[in-house]
């Protein structure tokens, strides 16, 4: 069983339309969640960044984490073309240990 | 502006080449990393570096190896061991939880 679970999509939905992308894990250790944006052929940016249990909004995007059910979501509403990108999910131990472990990544399009 | 800078973009490789990618940052960063993404797999961890002249194997060192002389720069080479080269290399640097990642080098071995 891998560490970190995302569903690959493709996802496609239109414009306007509330996106919802969801990761599970297994590792109950993990402290800091987090969700990067990569568009095609470029690096990773990053979206959202959590540390507890619970919702953290930043304009159009909300970040959810639920560390009892070992399950993170980011819901994008108002979603537009722009937002067309493969979605990260990324997680690690708190303390000393760095190393984050990644998704597989979801291949988003919005469609105008 | 901050960031990390990889080069090349694009690089095309025979087989039994070694090349080297290289990354540098401006962002005062004590920490950078290599990765490879491939579809399908996401991203993998190649070698770590959290300080100068210290680095450590990530879960797929095989056929890379890496140096740290200067805090701002990680050169990554892919040598003719590595048996799958081909694939989009990231290269990032963090200083508490998220990482940076820069735009990424595309190895095409031909």
């Known amino acids: 069983q891998k560490e970190v679970e995302q569903d690959p999509g493709p996802l496609s939905v239109p414009e306007g339309a509330i996106v919802s992308l969801n990761c599970t894990y297994s590792?109950?250790?993990?402290?800091?969640f987090m969700w990067y944006r990569q568009y095609s052929r470029k690096g990773p940016e990053l979206l959202m960044y959590t540390y507890s249990s619970g919702n953290k909004e930043d304009g159009r995007f909300t970040a959810q984490v639920d560390k009892s059910s070992k399950y993170i979501s980011l819901f994008i509403r108002d979603s537009q073309p722009s937002d067309s990108a493969t979605y990260l999910c990324a997680m690690s131990l708190g303390g000393a240990t760095n190393k984050l472990i990644f998704g597989t990544g979801t291949l988003l399009a919005v469609q105008p | 502006d901050g960031g990390i800078t990889q080069s090349p973009k694009y690089l095309f490789r025979k087989e039994g080449q070694n090349v080297t990618l290289s990354c540098e940052q401006n962002l005062n960063h004590d920490a950078m990393y290599w990765y490879r993404q491939d579809p399908g797999q996401g991203l993998r961890l190649i070698y770590y570096s959290q300080i100068v002249n210290d680095f450590q194997k990530g879960d797929i060192a095989e056929g890379y190896s890496v140096s740290r002389e200067k805090k701002e720069s990680f050169p990554l080479t892919v040598t003719s061991a590595q048996k799958n080269p081909t694939a989009f290399y990231l290269c990032?640097?963090?200083?508490?939880?998220?990482?940076?990642f820069g735009e990424g080098s595309r190895l095409t071995v031909l």
């Open positions: 590792n109950s250790a993990f402290q800091y």
């Open positions: 990032a640097s963090r200083v508490t939880g998220e990482l940076f």
